[in-house]
């Protein structure tokens, strides 16, 4: 136990937890700060790992949230390579697997996500990847050269990316989705469409509604997938990305409010006034939408490292915002804002065909709930401002390219 008076401990140092524990001094915090992550790196940046990582256009330098020496410098307590075991609420402490405990006046939770497990035979044939940590980037690095074949299973953001990134390094690609569309959970038909018809005129295959039933290898060594249907693919490699989940265990297990994540109100606050939770492994009020959901994004993470570093600081909490979600594949820029819930209308504005529109999601009474852009960034823009101010648009103009955005944002 530590002999020190106990002050705020993060666990986590992702991107939430990196940017709370900056946060906390900036807003004024003047005691100690204890930050814990899993592994012994600095916090970074992930969303490069699919796209600059992979293809060798970044250093670790690029990726760090901040130099290594801020956490000294700002007096910040970190233990990097550490994870916490169990929260014990009643003594208000923390264990980790070091065998230390550290005590907290005020815990913050940004213990992120896990992927879903593909659970089907053969998984012992190797390599099967995954891509969450600048490690497994690593891993996937020297398995993308010309020749070699990846498979990757699940058709999301993360996977496409994988998937551009490794056909401009000259692997064969096949992704492996089983539903009847591409980004089927978060996207809609016409922004799956375009990415569908956009990722098979690069060169990558693209098998819908297959399920994979096994993991085929010899030798300790994938030499492809079986599908439910009986046809094997054949691939040097297997990368699994069908989805993640909330980090929840160590609050469920000290009883704190869970479901789809740990449940928090909108300054960030657990069932337990002294505890907060952040990121990816947290379940949040979106206001606009009267839901709660749980987002996995770096401008969510941001966000609500803004908020619990706020309520601890005495500062009003920030306005609720406007969720947005960007991916970068080969040269198409997606870029979207807002949540899909509600719609009564979707109208497209823009041309697909020529490789610019966008798709807005309109409810009964005309407000703007959600914008996707590909490549069509004033309009992306436009569409959050629209979302943000709910304003009620008229839909025909909205399709009309040659009414400015800023007009539909000032009439």
């Known amino acids: 136990m530590t002999d020190e008076s106990p002050g705020i401990v993060i666990i986590g140092a992702g991107h939430a937890g990196g940017s709370v524990a900056a946060l906390l001094r900036q807003f004024g915090w003047a005691r100690s700060i204890t930050l814990i992550g899993s592994e012994a790196l600095p916090p970074y940046q992930r969303p ?92 996937i690095k020297d398995v993308l050269r010309p020749g070699q074949r990846l498979l990757i299973v699940g058709g999301g953001y993360v996977g496409l990316e994988v998937a551009a990134s490794a056909r401009a390094l000259g692997a064969t690609v096949t992704v492996i989705e089983r539903e009847a569309r591409l980004l089927a959970r978060v996207a809609s038909e016409a922004l799956s469409d375009h990415v569908l018809g956009y990722h098979r005129g690069k060169g990558v295959d693209i098998e819908l509604g297959a399920t994979v039933a096994a993991i085929q290898g010899t030798g300790g060594k ?47 606050r657990t069932s337990e ?85 966008a798709v807005f999601h309109l409810k009964k009474d005309g407000c703007v709930q959600a914008v996707e852009a590909v490549n069509m960034t004033p309009e992306y823009m436009g569409g959050r401002l629209l979302i943000g101010k709910r304003t009620v648009v008229d839909a025909d103009q909205l399709i009309d390219i040659s009414v400015p955005m800023k007009q539909l944002l000032t009439s």
């Open 222 to 268: 994938v030499t492809g997938v079986r599908l439910t249907d009986g046809r094997i693919l054949p691939g040097d490699a297997v990368l699994v990305g069908i989805g993640a989940t909330g980090n929840d265990q160590l609050a469920k297990a000290a009883g704190l409010a869970c479901g789809d994540g740990i449940k928090v109100d909108a300054a960030a």
């Open 273 to 357: 006034a002294n505890i907060y939770a952040i990121g990816d492994c947290s379940n949040r009020p979106m206001q606009m939408y009267w839901r709660d959901v749980r987002l996995e994004s770096v401008p969510n993470a941001v966000e609500q490292a803004k908020q619990a570093a706020s309520d601890i600081c005495g500062k009003p909490v920030p306005l609720a915002e406007v969720p947005w979600f960007w991916s970068d594949q080969f040269d198409m820029r997606l870029q979207m804002a807002g949540l899909q819930f509600d719609v009564a209308r979707t109208v497209v504005r823009g041309n697909p065909a020529e490789g610019k529109f």
């Open 48 to 139: 490069p790992l699919s796209k600059a990582w992979l293809k060798g256009e970044a250093k670790l330098a690029d990726l760090e949230l901040r130099p290594a020496e801020f956490y000294a410098t700002n007096k910040i307590d970190v233990r990097f390579g550490a994870t916490a075991t169990k929260l014990d609420r009643t003594a208000q402490a923390i264990s980790l697997n070091t065998g230390e405990m550290i005590r907290y006046e005020k815990l913050i939770l940004a213990t992120g996500s896990r992927l879903r497990e593909l659970a089907v035979p053969g998984l012992e044939n190797g390599p099967i990847l995954e891509l969450r940590t600048i490690a497994d980037a690593d891993r």
